[in-house]
Every structure is written in structure tokens, then in C-alpha cells.
């Protein structure tokens, strides 16, 4: 009896072993899919996150809302005043306690065949790294409907919206042929077809700051939560030596 349950206990760690490498590998294959870029989001850099707010607002609004996100918890965050906040940032039937909504909810789905999905924990559930990524990788593909297609989003059905600040471009032919090989280091995975109004590293930085308003919004008590944590720690810290001076004190006598 014993050496047969050993045995199949063996056979049943082995089997575990291997569907946890599987399961691990295509993690790595379906994070590395569309040629990811290498980022790291910053939302406790403000003025960033204040451009991105704009940004966002101007930009990707129109179609995605922001649920979890109020507008005066925007102001509180970024040291935004009311005025400016309503001023640039809110439409102008939206009130300060306001979530932030889509503009034209209801045509959107009609259009695109999908109805473009809440942003505000997108960066947490995609990773600000995927995020970036698709905002720069957008590429001009004909047998889309809107005749654009990405790689990081294979038959995305948003439409680029930012063509004018980055330009047209399309896949490198390397690229194309190897499938979705060839992002990485040396060429670049797409080739410039025609300018837009920012350089590629304006652009860039244009998406940095959509993206770390976005990193924001996913968690916007991230920066106080950081602040306290360390309040917290030199508090302790205080009471420790403090207590340790108490404990000299109450010793002093006895030896
Ligand atoms: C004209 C409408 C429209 C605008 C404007 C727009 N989007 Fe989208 N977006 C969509 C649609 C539709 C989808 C769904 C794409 C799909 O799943 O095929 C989408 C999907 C996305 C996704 C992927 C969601 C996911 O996890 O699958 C992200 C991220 C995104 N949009 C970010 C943005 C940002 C940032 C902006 C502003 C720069 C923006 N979008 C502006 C329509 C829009």
C-alpha cells in the first residue's frame, strides 16, 4: 500500500510541477505578447499627474469614464483649486462631487462594436507597463475596420485617437515577418509613415503623464498612504527611545 501512495504522490507532484511551469510560462508569454516597453509609473510626481488629469480629460473622456474617481478628490490630491478644476478640467454640467463620466455614453458601443470600459483600476488590472505600451503602439493596418490595428491589443477596436501628436506609423517589415518578434532593443518594431505635431519623445512624455494620472486614479490614496506610513514609522521610532531613556531612568537605583 505505501509504496504505491508514494508513488502516486510522486506522480501527482510531478504533474503539479509541471502544470505550474506551464501556467507560469504563458503568464510570461501573455505579458510579453504585444512587445511590451519597460515603464514605471510615478503618481506621486504632481505636476505629471496634474498634466495627465488634463490630458486625460481632454483626450480620453469622450469615451471612458473614471467611476471610482471624483472630481474633488482630484483637487484635494494634486492641489488643484476649485476654480481651475472647473475651469479645465470638469464639463460644465458636472458638479465638484461628481464621478468622472464618459461624455457620449450611449452612441459609443454602436460605433466601435464594444463599449469603451471604465478606466479608473485599469492601470491594476493591466499594469501601467501594458497600458503605456498600447498607447505607443498603434499602427496603421488596412484589413481593420478603422484601419488601424496594435500590437499590444491585437484588433483593438479603439480608434488612435492621439494620430495628431504621434503620427502615423506601421509595422517594420522585420517585425511583420517574424510575427511579434523584434520590438526589443535595437530596431525600433515600427517605422514612422507620417509626423505628428510632437517628436517621439515628446509624444512619450505625453503618454507618461496620461499614464501616471491613470496609476493615480487606480489607487488615490497611494502618496498619503507613503506619507503616513512614514509618520508612522518616526513616531514609533520617538517612542522608542523615549521609552528606552524611561527604562534608565526607572533602573538607575536598583543595582
Ligand atoms: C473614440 C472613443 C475612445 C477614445 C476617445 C479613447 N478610447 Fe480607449 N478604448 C475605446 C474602445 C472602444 C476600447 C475597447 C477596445 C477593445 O477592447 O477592442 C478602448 C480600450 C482602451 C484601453 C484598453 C482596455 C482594456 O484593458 O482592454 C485602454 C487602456 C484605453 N482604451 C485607454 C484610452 C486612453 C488613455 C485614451 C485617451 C488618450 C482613450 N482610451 C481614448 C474607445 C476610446
Same mark, same amino acid.
Given at each position: 500500500?505505501?509504496?504505491?501512495?508514494?508513488?502516486?504522490?510522486?506522480?501527482?507532484? #510531478?504533474?503539479?510541477?509541471?502544470?505550474?511551469?506551464?501556467?507560469?510560462?504563458?503568464?510570461?508569454?501573455? /505579458?510579453?505578447?504585444?512587445?511590451?516597453?519597460?515603464? +514605471?509609473?510615478?503618481?506621486?510626481?504632481?505636476?505629471?499627474?496634474?498634466?495627465?488629469?488634463?490630458?486625460?480629460?481632454?483626450?480620453?473622456?469622450?469615451?471612458?469614464?473614471?467611476?471610482?474617481?471624483?472630481?474633488?478628490?482630484?483637487?484635494?490630491?494634486?492641489?488643484?483649486?476649485?476654480?481651475?478644476?472647473?475651469?479645465?478640467?470638469?464639463?460644465?454640467?458636472?458638479?465638484?462631487?461628481?464621478?468622472?463620466?464618459?461624455?457620449?455614453?450611449?452612441?459609443?458601443?454602436?460605433?466601435?462594436?464594444?463599449?469603451?470600459?471604465?478606466?479608473?483600476?485599469?492601470? #491594476?488590472?493591466?499594469?501601467?507597463?501594458?497600458?503605456?505600451?498600447?498607447?505607443?503602439?498603434?499602427?496603421?493596418?488596412?484589413?481593420?475596420?478603422?484601419?488601424? /490595428? /496594435?500590437?499590444?491589443?491585437?484588433?483593438?477596436?479603439?480608434?488612435?485617437?492621439?494620430?495628431?501628436?504621434?503620427?502615423?506609423?506601421?509595422?517594420?517589415?522585420?517585425?511583420?515577418?517574424?510575427?511579434?518578434?523584434?520590438?526589443?532593443?535595437?530596431?525600433?518594431?515600427?517605422?514612422?509613415? +507620417?509626423?505628428?505635431?510632437?517628436?517621439?519623445?515628446?509624444?512619450?512624455?505625453?503618454?507618461?503623464?496620461?499614464?501616471?494620472?491613470?496609476?493615480?486614479?487606480?489607487?488615490?490614496?497611494?502618496?498619503?498612504?507613503?506619507?503616513?506610513?512614514?509618520?508612522?514609522?518616526?513616531?514609533?521610532?520617538?517612542?522608542?527611545?523615549?521609552?528606552?531613556?524611561?527604562?534608565?531612568?526607572?533602573?538607575?537605583?536598583?543595582?
Amino acid at each position: 500500500m505505501k509504496p504505491l501512495m508514494n508513488a502516486s504522490l510522486t506522480r501527482f507532484a #510531478r504533474a503539479a510541477v509541471v502544470a505550474a511551469g506551464v501556467i507560469v510560462a504563458n503568464l510570461a508569454a501573455a /505579458n510579453s505578447g504585444g512587445n511590451l516597453l519597460p515603464f +514605471t509609473a510615478d503618481s506621486g510626481n504632481v505636476a505629471s499627474v496634474q498634466r495627465g488629469a488634463r490630458n486625460f480629460m481632454a483626450y480620453c473622456s469622450g469615451c471612458h469614464g473614471m467611476k471610482y474617481l471624483r472630481y474633488n478628490r482630484i483637487g484635494q490630491d494634486l492641489n488643484i483649486p476649485d476654480d481651475v478644476l472647473k475651469k479645465n478640467l470638469m464639463f460644465t454640467s458636472d458638479k465638484l462631487g461628481d464621478q468622472i463620466k464618459v461624455a457620449m455614453p450611449a452612441a459609443s458601443e454602436q460605433w466601435f462594436g464594444r463599449v469603451p470600459p471604465d478606466l479608473s483600476l485599469e492601470t #491594476r488590472a493591466r499594469g501601467a507597463d501594458w497600458v503605456y505600451s498600447y498607447l505607443l503602439s498603434f499602427y496603421l493596418d488596412e484589413t481593420r475596420p478603422l484601419g488601424v /490595428n /496594435n500590437t499590444v491589443l491585437a484588433g483593438a477596436s479603439m480608434p488612435h485617437v492621439l494620430w495628431e501628436l504621434q503620427g502615423w506609423q506601421k509595422k517594420a517589415e522585420h517585425a511583420a515577418e517574424g510575427g511579434h518578434g523584434g520590438g526589443h532593443g535595437g530596431g525600433s518594431a515600427f517605422e514612422q509613415v +507620417t509626423a505628428g505635431s510632437l517628436k517621439p519623445s515628446e509624444y512619450e512624455a505625453f503618454v507618461t503623464d496620461i499614464v501616471n494620472f491613470m496609476d493615480y486614479a487606480a489607487e488615490p490614496g497611494k502618496q498619503a498612504r507613503i506619507s503616513l506610513g512614514l509618520k508612522v514609522m518616526l513616531y514609533l521610532f520617538g517612542l522608542l527611545v523615549l521609552t528606552y531613556l524611561l527604562k534608565k531612568e526607572f533602573w538607575r537605583d536598583v543595582h
